[in-house]
């Protein structure tokens, strides 16, 4: 059963310098013919596959740029049909029970990604309507110098006017994207943008470091010598957000990744538990069973495709057994609840990671140390 549903909106109004996901600008009338293609594809989805949604994802680009009329069209099918979230991780063991979602009284989650500046009354009310309970706002600074060396189109008073629209509409639960390790920012800089965040009292907060990733202009900055990474400072910026954040009530229940107990993002869970999900749209990956696939990352083609009756789905990958508990093994040693022990077969491999003070293995469980979570990354490597 898919429990996890993505769907792509590739639309943005201005890409921005580090970006490398598949996103453009288009007029109103492209965003008529994604709608249509989208509501196709979830049309077809639907016969192919046995579907108790649970989490519905909806993430770009930027989702929040269709009007609302075009959301309430392309939403109006989508239906999560569980009446309760059921991960099994949740009611098996005890490390997990914090994660039991206590404090909300709707225990079904959709998320939207929210652009600060694109947010109107009328297309707040049209997310309600359509039964979004959960926005992920693309903060990502609260520092008018950063917001403007990413090409951000908006300003830090946007972030709080966006978030009190928000709440007059009734979201309540709210995640706030933020990046460090930015050109040019500074460990005071970067306090002040969470401390800044703090006050619009979400309840969750994404903090990622900058990665300069190929083919982006920042990418290029970086190899000419323009910008430069400082290793030592980011991870000063690390822990300086698990202080800020820890002491305002935030658990780290991944490494990048701060909730309220019971506001942990269950669709991210889903995708770190290695459950199978389904993307639709431009360039979305699926994980279902053995097999993965990622549809063609070209909007027009998309359409086209989906029009004459054709398959989008390309770079269809087999994937067995080990792979996919070589990846639970990567994503899990990132979350706070850890990975099941059983899951490493290569013995040496994890007594090399405790013995370098890395991970620590307590009930059946491995997670990183905090030593081990400043080099989360290089650590996933070892298990690709
Ligand atoms: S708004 Fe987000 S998705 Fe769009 S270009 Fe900027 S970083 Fe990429």
Same mark, same amino acid.
């Given at each position: 059963?898919?429990?996890?549903l993505y769907v792509h909106t590739p639309f943005c109004a201005k890409i921005c310098p580090y970006c490398a996901f598949y996103v453009h600008q288009g007029g109103v009338a492209q965003q008529?013919?994604?709608?249509?293609a989208l509501r196709e594809e979830w049309q077809r989805a639907k016969e192919e596959f046995p579907l108790t949604l649970e989490t519905i994802y909806f993430g770009g680009g930027t989702p929040s740029i269709l009007s609302a009329e075009l959301f309430t069209e392309l939403t109006q099918e989508l239906k999560i049909s569980s009446k309760q979230v059921r991960h099994p991780e949740l009611v098996e063991g005890s490390v997990q029970s914090a994660f039991v979602p206590e404090n909300r009284t709707d225990p079904h989650e959709f998320t939207l990604e929210v652009n600060p500046a694109t947010v109107t009354d009328e297309k707040a009310a049209a997310w309600r309507a359509a039964g979004v309970n959960r926005i992920s706002l693309g903060a990502q600074s609260f520092d008018a110098e950063m917001l403007k060396i990413l090409g951000r189109q908006h300003a830090p008073r946007d972030i709080a006017e966006t978030c009190a629209l928000l709440r007059r509409h009734g979201f309540e639960n709210i995640n706030i994207d933020l990046m460090f390790a930015l050109p040019g920012q500074n460990e005071e800089t970067w306090e002040k943008t969470l401390q800044a965040a703090l006050t619009c009292q979400p309840?969750?907060?994404?903090?990622?470091g900058l990665t300069y990733e190929e083919d982006t202009p920042f990418f290029?900055?970086?190899? *000419?010598?323009e910008y430069r990474q400082d290793e030592a400072r980011e991870i000063v910026m690390f822990e300086r957000t698990r202080d800020v954040l820890g002491a305002a009530g935030l658990v780290d229940y991944e490494v990048s990744?701060?909730?309220r107990p019971g506001f942990e993002s269950q669709h991210n869970l889903g995708y770190w538990r290695g459950e199978d999900y389904l993307g639709l749209g431009p360039s979305a990956c699926s994980t279902i069973g053995a097999l993965r696939w990622k549809n063609v990352p070209d909007t027009r083609a998309y359409a086209e495709r989906i029009a004459k009756g054709e398959s989008v789905r390309e770079e269809l990958e087999e994937i067995d057994s080990a792979i996919r508990i070589r990846e639970r093994i990567m994503f899990g040693l990132r979350m706070r609840e850890g990975v099941a022990s059983a899951l490493f077969s290569d013995e040496v491999q994890l007594r *090399?990671?405790?013995t370098d003070g890395l991970a620590l293995e307590e009930n059946g469980r491995v997670r990183l140390t905090l030593r081990g979570q400043l080099v989360?990354?290089?650590?996933?490597?070892?298990?690709?």
């Amino acid at each position: 059963m898919i429990r996890h549903l993505y769907v792509h909106t590739p639309f943005c109004a201005k890409i921005c310098p580090y970006c490398a996901f598949y996103v453009h600008q288009g007029g109103v009338a492209q965003q008529r013919e994604f709608v249509a293609a989208l509501r196709e594809e979830w049309q077809r989805a639907k016969e192919e596959f046995p579907l108790t949604l649970e989490t519905i994802y909806f993430g770009g680009g930027t989702p929040s740029i269709l009007s609302a009329e075009l959301f309430t069209e392309l939403t109006q099918e989508l239906k999560i049909s569980s009446k309760q979230v059921r991960h099994p991780e949740l009611v098996e063991g005890s490390v997990q029970s914090a994660f039991v979602p206590e404090n909300r009284t709707d225990p079904h989650e959709f998320t939207l990604e929210v652009n600060p500046a694109t947010v109107t009354d009328e297309k707040a009310a049209a997310w309600r309507a359509a039964g979004v309970n959960r926005i992920s706002l693309g903060a990502q600074s609260f520092d008018a110098e950063m917001l403007k060396i990413l090409g951000r189109q908006h300003a830090p008073r946007d972030i709080a006017e966006t978030c009190a629209l928000l709440r007059r509409h009734g979201f309540e639960n709210i995640n706030i994207d933020l990046m460090f390790a930015l050109p040019g920012q500074n460990e005071e800089t970067w306090e002040k943008t969470l401390q800044a965040a703090l006050t619009c009292q979400p309840n969750h907060i994404s903090a990622y470091g900058l990665t300069y990733e190929e083919d982006t202009p920042f990418f290029e900055k970086l190899s *000419k010598g323009e910008y430069r990474q400082d290793e030592a400072r980011e991870i000063v910026m690390f822990e300086r957000t698990r202080d800020v954040l820890g002491a305002a009530g935030l658990v780290d229940y991944e490494v990048s990744n701060f909730a309220r107990p019971g506001f942990e993002s269950q669709h991210n869970l889903g995708y770190w538990r290695g459950e199978d999900y389904l993307g639709l749209g431009p360039s979305a990956c699926s994980t279902i069973g053995a097999l993965r696939w990622k549809n063609v990352p070209d909007t027009r083609a998309y359409a086209e495709r989906i029009a004459k009756g054709e398959s989008v789905r390309e770079e269809l990958e087999e994937i067995d057994s080990a792979i996919r508990i070589r990846e639970r093994i990567m994503f899990g040693l990132r979350m706070r609840e850890g990975v099941a022990s059983a899951l490493f077969s290569d013995e040496v491999q994890l007594r *090399k990671l405790e013995t370098d003070g890395l991970a620590l293995e307590e009930n059946g469980r491995v997670r990183l140390t905090l030593r081990g979570q400043l080099v989360a990354d290089s650590i996933a490597e070892m298990f690709v």
